[in-house]
Every structure is written in C-alpha cells, then in structure tokens.
C-alpha cells in the first residue's frame, strides 16, 4: 500500500542508484584482465574478495600508425634511449649559485611504479630539487607554411606536485645545433603544458613572437580558463596534453580529450600581438611654460590670528572621577602561579626566568587596578598645523602627452605564419617532486593522425588505470572515477541532476501539497465543548414547551408528582390515540440528560406502557411507526 501510494519517490531513488552504480563501476571488471585467487575455498569477507582479484597489466602493443606522418614520434619503446635520441644538457643555470647551477637531473627511460602496460615505457623525472634538461632533435624542422601544428604528450605526477613543471619547449631549429648546451635561455618558438606552484595551477601556452620589421622578440601569453586544474597534478593520474594551432591562428588546447583553452592568436594573447599603428613621439618634449597643475595654494590667504598650532589633539577630563570599587594599591597583570620553570632554562644562558603575566583575578569584578590617571578626551581648541587653502590654477593647460607617430615598427600581425621553424623538443624544469613520467611525445600536422595515436595509447591506457584503481578497493578512487566520467560526458550532468530533483519534487507534491480535511473526533461519553452548547439549546426548548417541575421535592412528593405526570400522559393519549405511540420524552442530540430528568422520564415511559394499550398498526403514522420506543425498568421508589 505505501509503495503504491509512494510509486513515483521510489522508481526515482531506484533511478538514482542505478546511476551512481554504473558511474562508480563504468567499465566493469574485465575477466581477462583480473585473475582471482583460488587457493581457499573457504568463503572469505567482502573486503578479502575484492583484495583477491588482482590487477594483471596487458601487454603494450606498438601502434600500428605510419610513423613518417610526424616530425616528431616518441614513444619510448628503448630504454637507452638516453645519450642517443635524448640528450642531457651540460650547461649550467644563469645567475644561480653554483651549487644548484648545474642541470644535474637524473633521467631514466623505465616503467613507472604502478604499471598498467606491460613493458609500456616512459621518460622519467627520478630525482627532485635539482634542474632538469633533456631535449631531442625533429625529424625534420616544422615550418608555419599552412599545416596545423599538433603538439600531443602524456604526463603523470606519480606522486603529485608540490613546485615544478611538466611543459615542452619546441625549440627554434637555429638553436638546436648543440643540444648539450640546452638551458632556460636557449630560444624556443612555443612552451606547452602543465606547470604549477603552491595553490596556483596552470597550462602554459606561450609564444615566442619576432617583429619582422626590427627582429625583436616578445612573449604573449594565452589566458588561463577559470576552471580549476589542481586536480591534473594531485589525482596522480596519467594525463593527454594537447595543443592545435591552425593556419587561421585559432588555437585550441586540450586535456584528456576536453577542450579547457581556445581562442585567437590576434585577440587572445597577452600582450597583445598585434602592435599599434601610431605611438607617442620619443623626441617631442614638453614645453617650458607648460603648466599641468590643476590647483595651486591661494597666495593671497593668510593664517588667522586666533589660529592655535600649540594645542594638544587631546587633554585629561578635568570632570572624571575615581570610581569607588577602583583597587590602586593592586596590579593588573600577576604571575602566572601555575607557570613552572622549564627543566633546560639556565640562567646563565636564558637570563632570569620569570614567570608569565596574567590578569589579576582581584581586579576582575572591579573597575581597574593599578594607579588611577583621568582619562583623556578631545582638545575643543584643537585645530592643528594651519595650511594655504587651494584654488583653481588660473594658468592650468591639461596634461601634457607626447604628439603620436606612426609607428615604425608597425606590421600587419599574422602570428602563425610568423612564427621561427621549430627544430626540436626540450624539457627543462626545476622541480620539488619526483617519478613524473613523459610518455607518447607526438609533433605533427594532421589533427587525425594525432588522434589516432590517441586511441592505439592514451585511450587504452586510461581505461586499463580505472580498472587499475578499481582493483584496490579504494573508495576515494570510485569517486574519483565517477567525477571523471562526469567530466568526460558532460552530458550526465543532466541524467544526475534529474534523478536528484525528481524524487524531491515528487516529495514536495505528497507530503506538504495536502488539502485539509475534516477530522473525525471518536465519540465518547465525556461531555465537551460543543455538547454543552446542544444542551443548553435543548434545555431551552423543553422550557418553551414543558412546565417547570420543582428539583427540590421531598421523597413523597416526588411520588405524587410522578404520578401526576402520568396521568397527565393518559389523558392526553385517550384525545390523541396516534400521539400515543410517540416517545414521552425528547431526544437530546449532543448530550446526556440531566440525573433527574432521566429518572422522571424513565418513571413517565413505564406509566405510561401500564396504562394505555396500544392501538392498531394500521391507525399508527408512517413517522410513528419507525421510531423505536426505549422502555426501561421502573425506578425503585423507597
């Protein structure tokens, strides 16, 4: 009964845990990917179950992609790598000390501590608080000649990050002779990807821009998207970073396949790219006579003679009063009494150890302790240092600014196609973690060949860390799981949202959308507010249609008086043989009757029933002859 009458709250909270199941569980356990342990066959607990099912890495598989559609391809399949492809720089840091100058990082081509791919390798960042730099040379130099440049790689913080970075450096082709000399100044075209310290988290995009007219370089930045990306650095996930940058100079920047960044780069960079037409003239000077005071001091005013530098802001109340419970022979501030002196304190070293001030419990219930001084009040003659009043400057001409010039450096803006060729990739980084791993480093320009790489490595990768993480048991790690499906379908926004309102609405419309109704009362026989009104209305008319019998008859006179009533009864029944039939005493309708009228009436009914005889049915009125009469046993009478 209750869950038909309740049908709908309970098909929506169904609906809702059905849905946080399949969140929490998308891509459920894969029999060929977790193999239990079936050494017992004794039933074990829940938590033993799930702990017995262990997670077993695939193999990684070589992506079948044709490999001459990139400039750049890293995918780490060789572990030594390093000193061929990879070369580590021997340079030195710029204006450090020399004890942390130099790029002394260590880097390892390996499998990172939690491996989800078997013999899936990548490059790894093993020791922190040091300069890191590795760089490796293009397959061929990437020209802005009308291609998109795709930039794509993976990055996971094994055990997050506190300071440091995890970006690429595309480095301009005529700076990537010599590698090994690779540091924070060597000129690169583009800086990509994650960086972060303390509370601030970013994903860099910046462009190093020349000015074809004077061959200066300048730096533009793309802004940052509001949302917040600390979760990319503490969730120690793997992570696809991914930059377009198409012909049109629309760029658009990626994680994990949701766009965070998109933009122009002729309106979206900061500063701007575009440099302005006109500029202030260098050699126009201001005028010698040019005057850009708006206001000047009246020469003319002068210091009143009652103006009075020497008063004091503040002078004593002359009118305050000590008050009576003041304690002045008593301190304010007491030592401590509980205060002990440290065991280590040595005087000679320490000083003389004394005890901490408190407030003194004396002076608690009091005004003040301590000597009484009147306490201060405003100086009404008080009117400080006297100064000349302004007044508008009669010779006043504006601000100066310089005359406008075209700009000589001026040209037409066209980011992408301005860009240097970029001739390698480069990590250079200081970092405060360790065990960041860079994996599937990709340069292209075609967005579907970097896609596909996509599918073949990072796709299935992260969907073989979910079961990684399932496999734990751990139930931040479901949450975290289903936070991440959110975000990558955000259209379950909408399913969640609808089966959280759903059920509350419904709850709304049944349990606080009733109309009143009447209450039904149980009827009792205690007498109440409204059967005492009924009574007093019915006393009424029994007044109006009856005499008024005395209540304070002797036991004899109440005898005749009963007697009198009956006979008064048959006579009346002998004119009127169908009122005969009728009950002799009224009916109350929301009382009982009072003791003695109930006595009267029932001495009157057994009269009345010994004294006439009834006449036929046939002479009865309808009326008459459904109304029951109530007989009773004669009262006894002493």
């Avoid at 002045?328 to 000679?348: C, F």
């Avoid at 001739?423 to 250079?428: D, F, H, L, R, S």
């Avoid at 006579?571 to 009224?586: A, I, L, N, Y």
């Amino acid at each position: 009964m209750i869950f038909r009458k309740y049908y709908f709250q309970f098909g929506a909270l169904l609906l809702l845990l059905a849905l946080g199941h399949c969140l929490a569980n998308e891509g459920s356990f894969d029999e060929d990917t977790f193999v239990e342990d079936d050494s017992e066959d004794v039933l074990a607990p829940q938590s033993d179950i799930l702990s017995s099912k262990k997670y077993v890495p695939p193999t990684y598989q070589t992506p079948i992609i044709d490999k001459n559609s990139f400039f750049f391809l890293e995918l780490f399949e060789e572990t030594q790598s390093i000193g061929k492809k990879w070369l580590k720089s021997e340079s030195k840091k710029e204006g450090a000390e020399e004890a942390i100058s130099k790029y002394n990082g260590e880097w390892q081509i390996g499998s990172p501590t939690d491996e989800i791919l078997a013999n899936d390798y990548g490059l790894i960042v093993r020791t922190k608080a040091r300069h890191h730099a590795i760089s490796a040379r293009l397959r061929k130099p990437f020209k802005f000649d009308g291609s998109p440049l795709v930039v794509q790689y993976e990055v996971k913080y094994e055990q997050g990050q506190e300071c440091g970075g995890g970006y690429l450096k595309l480095l301009r082709d005529d700076a990537s002779k010599d590698l090994k000399q690779f540091n924070d100044k060597t000129p690169y075209v583009i800086m990509f990807g994650p960086d972060k310290c303390g509370m601030t988290s970013k994903v860099h995009l910046i462009l190093k821009h020349k000015n074809p007219k004077n061959g200066t370089i300048s730096e533009h930045h793309a802004k940052q998207p509001s949302k917040s990306l600390s979760n990319y650095f503490e969730d120690k996930k793997n992570h696809l970073y991914t930059l377009v940058i198409r012909p049109d100079n629309a760029f658009s920047v990626s994680v994990d396949h949701t766009e965070i960044m998109s933009g122009n780069l002729l309106t979206d960079l900061e500063p701007s790219v575009v440099p302005p037409k006109q500029i202030p003239d260098p050699e126009d000077k201001k005028p010698a006579d040019w005057d850009n005071r708006e206001q000047i001091v009246d020469p003319e005013a002068k210091k009143p003679e009652d103006w009075d530098e020497n008063q004091p802001k503040e002078v004593e109340d002359t009118d305050a009063v000590k008050p009576d419970d003041w304690l002045e022979e008593a301190e304010g501030l007491v030592a401590d009494p509980s205060a002990q002196k440290p065991a280590d304190w040595d005087n000679e070293m320490d000083g003389e150890w004394e005890a901490r001030k408190v407030p003194n419990p004396e002076c608690k219930e009091r005004s003040g302790c301590g000597p009484w001084k009147r306490p201060m009040k405003p100086n009404p003659l008080y009117k400080g240092k006297w100064t000349h009043p302004m007044i508008k400057n009669p010779n006043y001409k504006g601000v100066w600014s310089a005359r406008l010039i075209d700009n000589p450096a001026y040209f037409e803006a066209d980011p992408y196609r301005q860009l240097e060729p970029i001739g390698a990739v480069g990590i250079e980084l200081w970092t405060m973690s360790e065990q960041i791993v860079f994996d599937n480093i990709a340069l292209a320009n075609d967005v579907d060949i970097v896609r596909e790489l996509a599918t073949q490595t990072f796709d299935l990768k992260h969907e073989q860390e979910k079961l990684l993480l399932s496999s734990t048991g751990d139930a931040k790690s479901a949450l975290r799981s289903a936070m991440d499906t959110l975000e990558e379908k955000p259209w379950l926004w909408v399913v969640v949202i609808f089966a959280v309102l759903v059920p509350i609405i419904l709850i709304c419309i049944f349990c606080f959308n009733r109309k009143a109704r009447p209450m039904h009362r149980k009827k009792t026989d205690e007498a109440t507010e409204d059967d005492e009104k009924f009574e007093d209305l019915d006393q009424g008319e029994e007044e109006e249609g009856e005499e008024e019998r005395p209540t304070d008859l002797r036991p004899d006179e109440a005898k005749n008086d009963v007697h009198a009533s009956a006979s008064q009864s048959s006579s009346k029944k002998s004119e009127s043989p169908s009122r005969s039939r009728s009950p002799s005493r009224r009916v109350r309708k929301a009382s009982q009757p009072a003791a003695d009228d109930v006595q009267q009436q029932e001495a009157d009914a057994v009269e009345v029933g010994d004294d006439h005889e009834e006449g036929p049915s046939s002479s009865m009125p309808k009326a008459s002859q459904q109304q029951p009469v109530r007989r009773s046993r004669p009262r006894r009478q002493d």
